[in-house]
Structure formats: structure tokens, C-alpha cells
């Protein structure tokens, strides 16, 4: 079967399995941003409750598999009485996993923020939630934006294990596809090339044009 | 009360996740010794004079880099078949992941090659030495502590990655979970003992990473 006759074929299939993949990649990546900033701001805290929690979560994810902790939130957590199917178990895994890389980035970027910045904001007697929020978060933004690009696409790669909880992704349906049809360098060669175009010519140019929105923002452009 | 902890299965299958521990070591160290080399390769391909080369070696290193592993691992194990290469699990294993980690190792070496000063190329041009010469005893040696860093944290993530072999069954510790899991309707205790595990080799080794590298620098004097 030529390539052309396996696209027309199972084109829909893969095209499906492509919405679910970027659906899951945006939802995981809102939770990873969401929990990532928490963490960070967290690690940072006075209070030494906070501060244990953010670093306990930080060391558990970034310390253990992804595949390992999908597995564990979808059969084990159940147990506890927390039931997630299997769609939000995907994301919500892969966002913690990320969520914990992303962590330590911003806890980066704060600190990278110059040390007259927060200074300043002392001097007009601001308080720390507004010096946060005003002063400080928006420049660490920028700092930021260029490793996130790379995570991202990490990230993008993670959301691929889903398809082992049976969630129907991209990799979930290129694996009906070869199995039932034996066709395994058309069907996983496909959707290698689609998650390259996702990868390099959507997350990378769009990150990329953040950077140049956000910095212009700031007026450094 | 499905979720009690239960201690005597907990030591009825500590020996047998201890087993496959040790698999999951030995295709880390396979992998990643696969890894090493061929990352070198990859890196010092892109620096040939020859562009055709550099610019496909280039595609090559992104492409493996922007696309996830566990389709890498299907594609490796179930293509060859269809063209008549049968690989076991563990050569098919080894391949893809050794080959998904070279290309981050390249761009490793990469940065340290290009981190050694233009003037270290130029004296050596000026002392006559062959290629070959200049990076032996030139620039890899100055190459290699800034790239130490990145070599020890993917040494972590190839292990962190060796659950995801499980999926073309080789026995390494998820595979052996899952196994234990269906045989016995638990899973709270074999998935849990699995986090344990990572955890208790993967922060050590981390931190382990860290004075490496600063006894590293310390002996060289930066």
C-alpha cells in the first residue's frame, strides 16, 4: 500500500487522534504553568510548610518516571477514593510531571530578576503581593519564556504515554492502526512526521513570537 | 478496605522488583553507553566543512529531539519486522532509546566544544597540530567539564525513561509491576514500591552529579 493510499485511508483516524493529542497538550500544558508557578512562588516562601510541600512535590515528580506516576494516579489513586478517567488522569499527570520541571524555571527567573528591582519596589513601599505581581513576575515572564519553549515540547512528547492508559491520542490510534493492519512504518512513520510539525512548526514559532510580544511589551524590543 | 497497605505482599515482591531493578540499571548503562558515542558523532558531524552533512545531521538531531521516545521504541521494534529484521525487545529497547539520547548528548558536547575559546583553535593552528590532535588533546579536554552537567542529568533522565521500554515487554521494573499487579488484582504496593525505587536512586545520583562536577573543576583549576 503506497503512502498516499494509507493517508487516504486512515487519514480521519490519525486526524482524531491528532485533536485529542493537542486538546491534552493544551490542558496539560495550563496545569504545568498553573502548578509550576505555584511551586515556584512556593519554593520561595517564609512559611516552612509551604515551602516543604513545594520542594516534597518538586523532588517526587522530577525524582520518579512519568509513565510511573500516570500509572500511579489512574489505578492506584482510585484507591483513595480520587477517581480520574482516564482523560483527565492523562493530563493532569503529564501537567504535574512538567509542572515540576517548570518549577524550578521560574524559581530561576525570580531570582535572576536584578536585585535594584526589588529595591526599588521596597523603596515606593509596596507590598510583597504587589511587588510580586507588579514588578518582579512580569520580568521574570520574559527570562522565562525561552526555556518553557523547550519544555513545552517536552511536554508535547509526554502527553504520547497517554495513549497507555488508553486515552485516544495520536500514539493511541497509530497503535490500532498497526495492529490491525501490520503497516508499521507507514503508521508510526506518519505520526512521527506529525508530531515533528506539531512540535517544530507550531509550539517553536508560536513561543517564539511570545518572546518578541512580551519583550516588546517591556519595551526592550 | 482495597487501599491498606499490606507489608507481607510488600516483602513477598521486594526480591522480585530488586530483579528487575537491575535490568532497568543494565538498560540505562546500555543505553546510555550507546549514547555517549554516538552523541559524540552526531556533534562532531555538524562541524565538518562538509554543509550537505552538517545540515542533515542537524535535521536528524531535531527530529529525534521533537518527537516522543515511546513512538521512537514502536517504530524501531515493530518496522524492522516488516522488512524483515527481526530485533528482540532489548536490542529494538537499546536502539531507540540510545539513539532518542544521543542527540541530547550531542547538543551537550556541542555546547562545551563551543565553549573553548577561539584563541585555543588559533594556537593551535599556529603550533602546527593535525585535527585530530587539536581536538584529543586541545579541546575536548577543555569541552568536557562545562558538558559534565548536562551528561550527568540525562544519565538521570535515560534512567528516569527505561519504564517506557515496558511497552515492547522488556522486564524492566514497570513491566515487572504490571506483571505483579495482574497476578495478584493489587496494584497500590507494586506501583508505589516503583516510586520508591526511582526515588531512592534517582536523587542520590543526582546529587551525586553535582560534586562530580564541582570536584571536576576543582582539579582543573576553574
Given at each position: 500500500m503506497s503512502l498516499w493510499e494509507f493517508l487516504e485511508t486512515y487519514g480521519p483516524l490519525i486526524a482524531s487522534g491528532t485533536y485529542v493529542t493537542i486538546v491534552q497538550f493544551l490542558l496539560a500544558a495550563a496545569v504545568a504553568v498553573v502548578v509550576a508557578l505555584a511551586a515556584g512562588l512556593g519554593k520561595r516562601s517564609r512559611n516552612p510548610l509551604i515551602r516543604g510541600l513545594a520542594v516534597v512535590y518538586i523532588e517526587v515528580f522530577r525524582g520518579t518516571s512519568l509513565l510511573v506516576q500516570l500509572f500511579w494516579i489512574f489505578y492506584v489513586l482510585p484507591l483513595f477514593g480520587i477517581s480520574l478517567d482516564k482523560f483527565t488522569a492523562g493530563f493532569v499527570s503529564v501537567g504535574l510531571n512538567v509542572g515540576s520541571y517548570g518549577a524550578e524555571i521560574v524559581r530561576g527567573a525570580i531570582q535572576a530578576v536584578p536585585k535594584g528591582q526589588w529595591e526599588a519596589a521596597y523603596a515606593l513601599s509596596m507590598s510583597p503581593a504587589k511587588r510580586m505581581r507588579r514588578i518582579i513576575l512580569p520580568q521574570a515572564l520574559v527570562l522565562m519564556l525561552p526555556p518553557w519553549g523547550n519544555l513545552l515540547i517536552e511536554l508535547l512528547k509526554g502527553t504520547a504515554l497517554v495513549a497507555l492508559i488508553s486515552v485516544t491520542d495520536l500514539m493511541f490510534q497509530t497503535r490500532q492502526i498497526n495492529a490491525s493492519t501490520f503497516l508499521s512504518a507507514q503508521a508510526f512513520g506518519t505520526a512521527l512526521i506529525v508530531y515533528y510539525i506539531l512540535a517544530r512548526f507550531i509550539i517553536t514559532p508560536v513561543m517564539r513570537w511570545l518572546e518578541r510580544v512580551m519583550a516588546r511589551r517591556l519595551g526592550r524590543a | 478496605m482495597r487501599f491498606e497497605w499490606d507489608w507481607d505482599f510488600t516483602l513477598e515482591i521486594l526480591p522480585r522488583l530488586l530483579v528487575a531493578t537491575g535490568n532497568t540499571l543494565l538498560a540505562a548503562g546500555t543505553g546510555y553507553a550507546i549514547a555517549v558515542v554516538l552523541g559524540l558523532v552526531f556533534a562532531l558531524a555538524q562541524r565538518t566543512p562538509w554543509r550537505v552533512l552538517t545540515v542533515v545531521v542537524r535535521e536528524i538531531v531535531e527530529f529525534i529531539r521533537s518527537t516522543p521516545l515511546v513512538l521512537q521504541i514502536f517504530f524501531v521494534f515493530y518496522v524492522g519486522p516488516q522488512f524483515g529484521i527481526r530485533l528482540s525487545p532489548w536490542t529494538a529497547g537499546m536502539i531507540a532509546i540510545g539513539l532518542h539520547y544521543s542527540a541530547y548528548l550531542s547538543e551537550v558536547y556541542r555546547g562545551g566544544i563551543e565553549s573553548v575559546p577561539k584563541g585555543q583553535w588559533e594556537a593551535c593552528r599556529a603550533l602546527n597540530m593535525s585535527t585530530r590532535d587539536t581536538y584529543v588533546r586541545i579541546v575536548i579536554p577543555q569541552a568536557l567539564p562545562p558538558s559534565i552537567a548536562g551528561m550527568g542529568n540525562y544519565l538521570v533522565g535515560i534512567f528516569k525513561d527505561?519504564?517506557?521500554?515496558?511497552?515492547?515487554?522488556?522486564?524492566?521494573l514497570l513491566h515487572t509491576a504490571n506483571a505483579i499487579g495482574s497476578e495478584n488484582y493489587r496494584f497500590l504496593e507494586p506501583y508505589t514500591l516503583v516510586g520508591v525505587i526511582f526515588l531512592a536512586i534517582s536523587l542520590p545520583a543526582a546529587g551525586f552529579v553535582r560534586l562530580f562536577e564541582a570536584r571536576v573543576r576543582r582539579k582543573l583549576g576553574l
Open positions: - | 527505561t519504564p517506557m521500554l515496558s511497552v515492547i515487554g522488556v522486564a524492566e
